[in-house]
């Protein structure tokens, strides 16, 4: 499929890094611009998606990793195919919260699963689309883990500290290796300051609408 005009923005980082509450900033701000704003997120994104992400933070399953690799692909396909690609094609900037570069943090990094392996995976089943714009959210875990002591634990969350230190260090290794599609935010500081450095990266990053 065609590349289409619109932009493919995804925001990651470890669990309590500010993901989800940047993203609302970012929707206001952009639409702001002129954008037409699609905010979407993974897992997830499709009917498939969602209902295969209610399993896949289910605490009470016991999955593998190459379970949870086949569930984050196949409603990865989905997504794109039913909601990405037609909203790029439309000309939408699409903000999505997490999308490949977590399986590679997470499952690669944080499950020691060989990256060579998920490499294939991604080649077999993903249709061609990988995004424009990589806002990775940098954070040491001990802090992600005192943002968000306060929730129920999801499946992943109640992975250890050294789980999220690898995890991070994948994040690390993948913006070393695509500097031109990542930007890195300090996702230490207040929230104010998340959102200057969010304003930032987007004027250098970001084209005007239309001209995606
Ligand atoms: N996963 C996902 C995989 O294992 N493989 C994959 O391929 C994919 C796609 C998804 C889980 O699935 C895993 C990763 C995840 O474990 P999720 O619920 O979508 O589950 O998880 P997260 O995206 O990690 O959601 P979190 O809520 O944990 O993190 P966010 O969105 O980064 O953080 P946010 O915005 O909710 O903020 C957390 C708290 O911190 C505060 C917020 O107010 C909130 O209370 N906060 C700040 N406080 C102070 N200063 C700041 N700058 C702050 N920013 C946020």
């Not at 498939?48 to 009470?60: H, K, Q, S, V, Y």
């Not at 990775?136 to 943002?147: I, M, S, T």
């Not at 995890?167 to 990542?182: H, K, L």
């Amino acid at each position: 499929m065609a590349r289409g005009p619109g932009f493919f923005l995804t925001l990651e980082g470890i669990e309590g890094a500010g993901k989800s509450t940047s993203l609302a900033f970012l929707q206001r701000y952009c639409t702001g611009l002129g954008w037409s704003v699609e905010t979407t997120r993974e897992p997830g994104g499709g009917p498939l998606g969602e209902a295969l992400r209610a399993i896949f933070l289910d605490p009470g399953l016991d999955l593998s990793v190459e379970e949870e690799l086949l569930l984050l692909y196949a409603g990865r396909h989905e997504h794109l195919r039913r909601k990405i690609l037609p909203a790029l094609q439309r000309g939408a900037l699409v903000l999505c919260d997490r999308f490949e570069d977590s399986t590679f943090a997470y499952q690669g990094g944080g499950r020691s699963f060989p990256i060579e392996r998920i490499e294939t995976l991604s080649r077999w089943t993903k249709l061609p689309r990988a995004p424009d714009l990589t806002l990775w959210f940098d954070l040491d875990p001990a802090l992600g883990a005192e943002r968000i002591r306060a929730r129920h634990p999801d499946r992943l969350e109640r992975e250890s500290q050294e789980f999220f230190a690898r995890a991070r260090r994948i994040f690390a290794a993948r913006m070393a290796a695509e500097p031109q599609r990542f930007w890195r935010i300090d996702a230490s500081v207040s929230l104010a300051e998340v959102e200057n450095q969010l304003m930032v990266a987007l004027a250098a990053r970001l084209p005007s609408p239309g001209r995606g």
